[in-house]
């Protein structure tokens, strides 16, 4: 499975910005399509994920409320529509996706077998 990612710009603080991501086969329903993100210096952190079996969602605490991830009407794209940005929202984008991922481990990046190549989202204060 491809991942390709778009999206991504420079935005002012208080913006919107929507990510997407489109595998280049329909996924199943077991698969699981996330958000990670990395700035310079600093590891990739967990987003968001999307669980196509029961349209179950995740979200790291510093994007709750702000960060919306849904799925496109083809199960093989997720989107992530981002709000009220933040400065230090600003990073690289990565969709990354698996079949066999684990509710304990949504948050691993080691967890995804899948990745896109990523997107960059610079926020401006």
């Known amino acids: 499975v491809q991942l390709q990612a778009s999206g991504g710009g420079l935005e002012q603080a208080g913006g919107s910005l929507r990510l997407s991501c489109v595998a280049s086969?329909?996924?199943?329903?077991?698969?699981?399509m996330a958000w990670f993100r990395q700035a310079p210096g600093k590891e990739r952190e967990f987003v968001s994920s999307f669980r196509f079996s029961g349209g179950y969602t995740n979200y790291a605490e510093p994007v709750k409320g702000r960060f919306t991830i849904s799925r496109g009407n083809a199960k093989n794209t997720v989107y992530l529509q981002m709000n009220s940005l933040r400065p230090e929202d600003t990073a690289v984008y990565y969709c990354?996706?698996?079949?066999?991922?684990?509710?304990?481990?949504?948050?691993?990046?080691?967890?995804?077998?899948?990745w896109g190549q990523g997107t960059q989202v610079t926020v401006s204060s």
């Open positions: 086969e329909r996924t199943s329903s077991r698969f699981v």
């Open positions: 990354a996706a698996s079949s066999t991922v684990i509710q304990s481990s949504l948050a691993s990046a080691s967890a995804y077998g899948y």
